[in-house]
């Protein structure tokens, strides 16, 4: 199946501060990424849908001005987490569609302290 | 408002059984149902998927069984392994623009094999 590279893979930052996530699809170019947040053990919820050259989606009750999401090539989407507080701390996984089918990247965990 | 519900939460099998999830969703327009396999600490990968208009696919070891008229599909794997202990997502997808797919997903199984 296609690659999708996310990174990085886990970050620690400091609360207030931005971390940026990289989300690269390696083989293929894709119109149309998602974003994601997981709790542990817990399901996968969308947070929002990166076009490129176009704004994003956000789904409802996430915050856009927190989570600021760039697709500026077909092959790169980037999720910004702006001022983070310890509660934005989760797992975030990008996915990838071709088609139908979504190729997931490998998950970034953040902790904010 | 839950669009996509799994079941079991948790499953314990022993090796060599065979593993059964349930899905079930509610909206007419979703024509695409994959499953998706993930390991603690990774991102989601495609175990399998099937779409509206057959009734079950198999691929070696994984089997979707779907009923349309009862809005239901399922997961069936057979000759369970350790190796297979993972967390199982079902999801269902509605094109979102384009030809792209967003995906709504089930709230996860654990799976455990037991050798």
């Known amino acids: 199946g296609a690659v999708v590279s996310q990174h990085p893979s886990r970050v620690i930052c400091k609360s207030g501060t931005s971390v940026k996530i990289e989300c690269r699809s390696l083989?293929?170019?894709?119109?149309?990424m998602f974003w994601y947040r997981q709790f542990p053990k817990k399901s996968l919820m969308l947070m929002a849908t990166?076009?490129?050259?176009?704004?994003?989606?956000?789904e409802q009750g996430v915050e856009k001005d927190k989570f600021l999401i760039n697709h500026a090539s077909l092959t790169l989407s980037t999720l910004t987490v702006t001022s983070a507080h310890p509660e934005d701390s989760s797992f975030y996984i990008c996915?990838?569609?071709?088609?139908?089918?979504?190729?997931f990247g490998q998950g970034t965990r953040l902790t904010v302290v | 408002q839950q669009q996509v519900k799994q079941s079991p939460q948790s499953l314990i099998v022993q090796k060599g059984g065979i593993s059964i999830i349930n899905c079930a969703y509610e909206?007419?327009?979703?024509?695409?149902f994959p499953w998706y396999q993930q390991f603690p600490g990774k991102g989601p990968a495609l175990l399998i998927a099937?779409?509206?208009?057959?009734s079950e696919k198999k691929e070696g070891r994984f089997t979707i069984s779907f009923n349309k008229s009862a809005k239901q599909f399922s997961l069936h794997i057979m000759d369970s392994q350790p190796g297979d202990s993972a967390t199982y997502f079902c999801?269902?997808?509605?094109?979102?623009?384009?030809?792209?797919?967003?995906?709504?997903f089930g709230k996860g199984t654990l799976l455990t094999v037991n050798p």
């Open positions: 996915s990838a569609s071709w088609g139908t089918e979504a190729f």
């Open positions: 083989d293929f170019q894709a119109t149309t």
């Open positions: 990166s076009n490129e050259g176009s704004k994003a989606t956000y």
């Open positions: 909206n007419t327009a979703f024509d695409y």
């Open positions: 099937i779409r509206p208009d057959v």
């Open positions: 999801a269902a997808g509605r094109r979102s623009g384009g030809s792209n797919y967003k995906l709504t």
